[in-house]
Each structure stands twice: as structure tokens, then as C-alpha cells.
């Protein structure tokens, strides 16, 4: 496997494959800006949400007006974070293979079986785990998962801020919610589903180290950069394009064409 020795330049050796590897493109740019968006705009909502919640700043002077601020860059962060998920959602129908939806959502006998083989190897009932180019069943589903939080999360917040402005617009979209579910449960979901976030980025921190430093495959830099670095013979039997035909019998195989446009030689 290729061992990283960094370097400077256009000729960096960490921007090069190994013999036997290739460089492939795994996230396009829609993917990055919007996971960088995200994590940023989580970090801002929980700083200033949990002001909201529980000020931990004493103001200080007649002109001091710090929960106005803090409430400013919520909102602001609100509507980016709101962004870089409709992005991202847009880009689940026309992305590369392995940022699609259905490598969230398994949809195919063999995706779920891989599932089952990737929980085996986390639960050291496996010795070696199933290789994926892009994410394992298993972190999709988890990806999934986290998605629909931040749906929620987004609906909570836009529930919320109606309260306050009164628009008709958002009363009209989300303000029959209020009816069903009491407004402080709402105000307890949109809160605690912060803490749900952060459990996630704690692991999400953990395991990308984890794999990076055991694959070798350049995963920490690919989600600035885009590339990762793999076998070839990973790339020729992927299997993100074997899921998708659950009965196939053999591994299709990518194609000189398909293999060319996300190889660098």
C-alpha cells in the first residue's frame, strides 16, 4: 500500500499512486462543499443555539446586545446549513456511483448482505472487512441516518422561527405542526438533536482517522481533494457497482472509458 511521504509541489509523492494503485476521483466537488459547509455551520448553530438555550455570556454595558448577535448568526447559519443539505440531497440523484442515494439507503440483497459483513468486522466476528472505494454499507446507512436528523432539525428550526417572524409563508409550509406537537416538545427535539450531531462527529473524527491510517488510502486528504487512493484491481471490481446488480453472477467490470475519467496517471 502506498506510504505517504509529503512533500511540497506539483510533484508531491502523496498526489502520485503507488505501483499497482490508481488515483480516483470518489467526491466531486458538490459533495465536499456541502460536507464543509455543514461542519461549519453545525459548529456556529451549537455555539449560538446553545446560548439560546442557557446564555453563558454576562453582557456587559448600555450597548451590549449579545443574544441579538448570537440569535443573527444562527439564523444566518441556519439558512447555509439548510442550503448545503439541499445540495447535498440534489446531488444524491446525479452524482458519481459512490455518492449516490442508494449508497445510503441498501436497496439490493448483496448491499444488505454487505451490511451484515461490515457489522461482523466491527464486532471483531470478521478478520478483514469488506473493501469499498466509497462508503461501506454500513457508514451510509449511518450517513442516512444522520441526514434525517438534520431534516428534522431543519423542520424543527423552520417551526420555531415562525413563531417568532410570523411570516405566512412559513406559517402556511409549517405551521400546522404546532397543532399536533406541543411548541416545547419541538424546542426540545430541535435541542437535543444538536447533542445527536456531535455524537456523530465524535466518531465520524474517530473512524476516518482510523481507516485512513490502516487503508493507506488517502481518506482524510480525499475529503479536501476529492482522490483516494486504491488497488486497482478494487477499482475493476467494485463493490458499489456489484450491489446494483443483485443477481448478477459475475463483478462487472468498469470500463476503460469510466476508468480513464477518474484515473490520473
Known amino acids: 500500500m502506498k506510504k505517504t511521504q509529503r512533500t511540497a509541489g506539483t510533484d508531491a509523492s502523496w498526489k502520485n499512486p503507488v505501483p499497482g494503485q490508481v488515483r480516483v476521483y ?3 466537488w458538490p459533495v465536499r462543499f ?10 456556529s448553530l451549537s455555539i449560538t443555539g446553545y446560548y439560546m438555550h442557557a446564555p453563558y455570556v454576562v453582557a456587559r454595558g448600555r450597548t451590549a446586545y449579545v443574544m441579538g448577535t448570537m440569535r443573527f448568526i444562527h439564523l444566518v447559519s441556519g439558512f447555509a446549513f439548510m442550503a448545503a443539505i439541499l445540495i447535498r440531497m440534489y446531488w444524491f440523484l446525479f452524482a458519481n456511483r459512490w455518492s449516490r442515494w442508494n449508497q445510503y439507503i441498501p436497496t439490493t440483497r448483496k448491499r444488505l448482505a454487505n451490511l451484515v459483513a461490515v457489522g461482523k468486522y466491527y464486532a471483531f466476528m470478521a478478520w478483514s472487512p469488506v473493501r469499498y472505494i466509497g462508503h461501506n454499507p454500513m457508514a451510509g446507512a449511518a450517513y442516512a441516518v444522520v441526514y434525517a436528523m438534520a431534516l428534522v432539525e431543519i423542520l424543527t428550526g423552520l417551526v420555531l422561527f415562525s413563531q417568532i417572524v410570523g411570516s405566512r409563508v412559513l406559517l402556511f409550509l409549517v405551521g400546522w405542526i404546532p397543532r399536533f406537537i406541543d411548541i416545547q416538545w419541538i424546542r426540545e427535539i430541535h435541542f437535543f438533536i444538536m447533542f445527536g450531531f456531535w455524537m456523530f462527529f465524535i466518531h465520524h473524527i474517530y473512524t476516518a482517522i482510523l481507516v485512513s491510517v490502516e487503508e493507506e488510502n488517502g481518506l482524510m ?3 479536501f481533494s476529492g482522490y483516494k487512493f486504491v488497488p486497482k484491481a478494487e477499482l475493476l471490481r467494485d463493490p458499489a457497482v456489484e450491489e446494483m446488480r443483485p443477481d448478477g453472477e459475475a463483478a462487472p467490470v468498469t470500463s476503460d472509458l469510466e476508468q480513464e475519467k477518474h484515473t490520473v496517471a
Open 221 to 223: 486528504d480525499s475529503i
Open 34 to 43: 456541502s460536507h464543509w459547509v455543514m461542519v461549519i455551520t453545525i459548529i
Open 26 to 28: 470518489v467526491w466531486e
